[in-house]
């Protein structure tokens, strides 16, 4: 077939068993886009748009002709282009069950072990679980934890979600065969027997013959099993027709063209032709470009049916895939190798294995290609350090130039995200070399958290010695993040070559390390020292495993490693997750219809596990819809010299931009914000104007040509210490009680210090969404909108059109997560968009993008706490002064609450008895910061903790004894007033001490750490006091409205919203108690 060969322009493929022909595909358009707007498939949620929340996740199905099998697996529909579906079936959670046909095992397992709230996350969640079963109907724990990589979850805490699936896999054990049988639940049996609290799913009958729950959390047994012969089938015609995955396609959209080529002759011609395009295997990179760095790649070219790019073939030297060959693919290769060669051959495997472990998600890995990696050059790629040092070949080829070889060495990349391949070139494959018996070879990566993170540091180390000797003959060592490419430590391996392994070796290789990895003090990233030692730490960790392994072969030359090194070396050991949950039972007597105190599901969770229940962005477009988009400030402290909009109304599509001057000045401003910034802005990401247009995609371009001009004020202030510096602050606070200067001078000891607690993204799952309905009569509008605050929208909409407050009603179905970000700062977002509805007289909707949301909303403030303390030699606290410092951005939202609370919490759980406490509302030109789950109390705590812990530390003491020693008691009084009555906090401390045994794990923790040099353990215990509530006296009530149809249904109103804290289902087993009716 040649280049010219006729090829298709239409899209097949099959989504829940129908299929789909598409004669108009736009190759920008995202599946999930395509799932949503397209087939109004709105189950699977957009979360972040980048791979990294896996709300969007989706199972998709591919017939392997030559092996006759259909192979499952989970990706991202936001990073999967729909035009590369040709041939697939896409299952999503709309094509598993619904509350009309049925529940599948895994929504119904998920929504009755309460492992779903806001829902936002729960489609991904259960698709990810689906595809596990799929593949394999008795997976392992550990399998499910793999699974899960990709999964993100703001509610749960993950233990419900757990507690239910281990039901479906092997951890769930064998049973008894009764029907009630504890092994069908979580946990086994008998365990958690200390005074017989009642555990997840623990062995309890149940309340009556319809099997409602009576203590247990829930009763798997009660639920259906898993049937894997019930299953949808894989459509016959992907089978039966090979003519799909064998055509050459080609769709072109109004920007960007998509070829898949069908031969390496028709790809070589297309990246001769279009020597820019793109050549996309998961799509993972280019599509993080394209949606978040606003790259437009005309051309994109998927290898995926190029039989060179996609076969994977074992040579003399090594294995060789195909540069298209997927990450999930090449692990399940190299796994297969490890098992069947003997273990010297297999070590670089060994080390990409584990690597593997923790590169990105499940999602990722099954969508990301090794080719996408290694040449996307990205200065913390996984997997380049190991391929570089391990000294992989990699072929290349094109059209005039031909094929050619080059090694993956210090030469490869020839700067930030460059390397030596040409643009007209493609990589063909890469051959991943054996080891030999005297060779060495180990990975390591550093991140924030294990799993699905990026590198801070990563390394390849291989060591070859002469045989029989410990003599190095040669030594390659690459670390990523320490430069902007993979940077190999050529000094170093230098120097160590004829050096014998011993500890002269490390102590000259530590030296020359840090001579051939300098890290500038400026180096992006940051954390300089840390990365220096890093990487210093993985060349010892290095050492002393190939030292081991040395020992093993010539005992007589090399010391065996001592018990603490084998420790230090030990590679990562994967346990199972446990968990258990006390919670109070209801009293005996109370009726079997009465739900309050019993574990009911969450109203909603059924809706959620099966993608029915509506959010704001599933809701239909209204008739006349515009979609808006803001325009953002890209300075911190500037005067708005201008905005010119001519650009951006150009564009097709467009409708109107509006700004400041569509509004007076009074409407204008809400409270100490403007809608729109008019004359200044003093943060970046600052509201300046809304662009509403046909759709999405148009007025986000849109926006963008919005040129707006600025003079820059004064140097902007950022940080706490620079509002000090200058004084920046709204208000300042304090709360006494006695006199903390004199006892301070009375306190046999004394300390000072600092303790500093950082801010927080709220990372609600459901990013900010607003639809505005003007209702056409009367200025009323109608608002839909994720607010946690219903009533503050109302009342900031209706200033900013002029209309009474009666013309405005907001609606709040539910969110998908609010935790405190969506209190006060959805306005921000929601009053623009009435304002533009108001204008254009048209509905008007917007939900922002993840990063959009990031940069205008603020989070939870961070605070600098300076403190002195005045203690006796026991440890008691005699005098506390203390300043609390919070960023709270540039306007004053709900900074003066949140520095109160913090003021209240200062104490903790505490009798300290002469504090004085300040707090200053520090006003910086960061977005405003705002309400965050505890309100300002952590972050008090937080420092009284701190206190503890350092006055501990300063007289010897076990910190849990100076705690106990000043826990407040009955009669105490706080240093707010309030004189405390019926106290529980020593009752807690000691049943908490008891239950977890903290003296034993504390012995275990001092034995182990005084035992080993190189790991250490800790264990802690800390009290958290949450002083009062409301302190608006009148905000602590609530009341609700009830009304009573003829049919006896009833409907009860009441003024929260749903968020997933399950506050309707709650209110409705309130309401069965008082109305006497069943739940
Ligand atoms: C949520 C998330 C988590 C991630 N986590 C990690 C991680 O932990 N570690 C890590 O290293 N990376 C990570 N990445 C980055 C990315 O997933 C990987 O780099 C991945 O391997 C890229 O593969 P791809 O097939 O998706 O590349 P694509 O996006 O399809 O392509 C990437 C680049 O490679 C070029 N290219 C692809 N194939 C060829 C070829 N045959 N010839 C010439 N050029 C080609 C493309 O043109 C493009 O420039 C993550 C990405 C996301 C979105
Ligand atoms: S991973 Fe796709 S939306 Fe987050
Ligand atoms: S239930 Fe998982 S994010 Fe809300």
Known sequence: MSHDAPCSNTLVFFVNGSKVEDADVDPECSLLVYLRTKLRLCGTKLGCGEGGCGACTVMLSKYIRAEDKVKHYSVNACLTPVASLHGLAVTTVEGIGSTKTGLHAVQERLAKAHGSQCGFCTPGIVMSMYTLLRNNPQPTMAQLDEYFTGNLCRCTGYRPILDGYRSLTTSAGPTCGKANCCMLNVGGCGTMNRENPVKNGGMEELDDESGRSGHNLFQASAMRPYDPSQEIIFPPELKVRNDLERERLEFKGPRVVFHRPATLEQLLHLKDLHPTAKIIGGNTEVGVEVQYKNQLYPVLINPINVAELTSIQETSTGMVFGAAVTLTAMEEVLKEQVTLKHESRTRVFAAIIEMLRWFAGKQIRNAAAIGGNIMTASPISDLNPLLTAAGATLTLHSKNGGERQVTLDHTFFTGYRRTVVHPQEVLININIPFTQQNEYFFGYKQARRREDDIAIVNAGCKVVFRPDSIEVLKLDLAFGGMAPTTVMALGTMKELVGRKWDASLLEDGTSQLTRDLPLAFSAPGGMVEYRRALTLSFFFKFYLSVRGLLNQILPELVAPLTHDEQLAVSPHQYTEPSSSQLFQRVSPGQSQIDPIGRPIVHTSAFKQTTGEAVYIDDMPPFVNELYAALVLSSRANAKILGIDESEALKVEGVERFICARDLSEERNQILDYEVFASKMVDCMGQVVGVVVAKDQPTAQRAAR????????????????????????????????????????????????????????????????????????????????????????????????????????????????????????????????????????????????????????????????????????????????????????????????????????????????????????????????????????????????????????????????????????????????????????????????????????????????????????????????????????????????????????????????????????????????RALGIPY
């Open 705 to 1072: 040509l919005v040129r707006v001009n600025y003079e820059d004020l004064d140097t902007p202030i950022i940080t706490i210490q620079d509002a000090i510096d200058k004084k920046s602050w709204w208000n300042k606070w304090t709360m006494k009680r006695g006199d903390a200067e004199a006892a301070l001078k009375a306190a046999p000891y004394t300390l000072e210090g600092e303790t500093h607690i950082g801010g927080q993204e709220h990372f609600y799952m459901e990013t900010n969404a607003h639809i505005a309905i003007p209702k056409g009569e009367d200025g009323e509008m109608e608002i839909i909108s994720t607010t946690q605050n219903p009533s503050e929208t109302q009342l900031a909409v209706a200033k900013a059109l002029g209309v009474a407050n009666n013309k405005v009603v907001c609606r709040v179905k539910r969110l998908g997560g609010g935790f405190g970000g969506k209190e006060t700062r959805s306005t921000t977002i929601s009053v623009p968009i009435c304002v533009a509805a108001s204008i254009t007289g048209r509905p008007v909707r917007i939900m922002l993008d993840r990063h959009e949301d990031m940069v205008i909303t603020g989070g939870r403030h961070p605070f600098l706490c300076r403190w002195r303390v005045g203690f006796t030699d026991q440890g008691i606290i005699k005098a506390a002064d203390l300043h609390l410092y919070a960023n709270s951005g540039n306007t004053q939202d709900l900074s003066f609450a949140v520095v109160h609370r913090s003021l209240y919490s200062t104490c903790n759980a505490y009798n300290w008895q002469n504090v004085s406490t300040t707090g200053y509302a520090c006003k910086t030109n960061l977005p405003s910061n705002t309400a965050f789950r505890g309100f300002g109390a952590p972050q008090g705590m937080f420092c009284s903790e701190d206190i503890m812990e350092r006055v501990a530390q300063h007289l010897h003491m076990d910190p849990k004894v100076v705690r106990e020693k000043n826990l407040y008691k009955s009669g105490d009084t706080t240093h707010f007033g309030q004189v405390i009555e019926r106290c529980t906090v020593s009752r807690c401390w000691e049943e908490v001490l008891d239950q977890s045994d903290y003296s034993t794990l504390r012995a275990n923790v001092q034995k182990f750490n005084s035992e080993h040099t190189y790991k250490k353990r800790g264990v802690s215990v800390v009290p958290v006091m949450f002083s009062i509530s409301f302190t608006l006296s009148w905000l602590n009530q609530a009341g609700a409205l009830i009304l009573i149809y003829r049919d006896g249904s009833v409907l009860l109103s009441h003024g929260g919203t749903e968020m997933g804290q399950g506050l309707h289902t709650k209110m409705i087993q309130v309401a069965s």
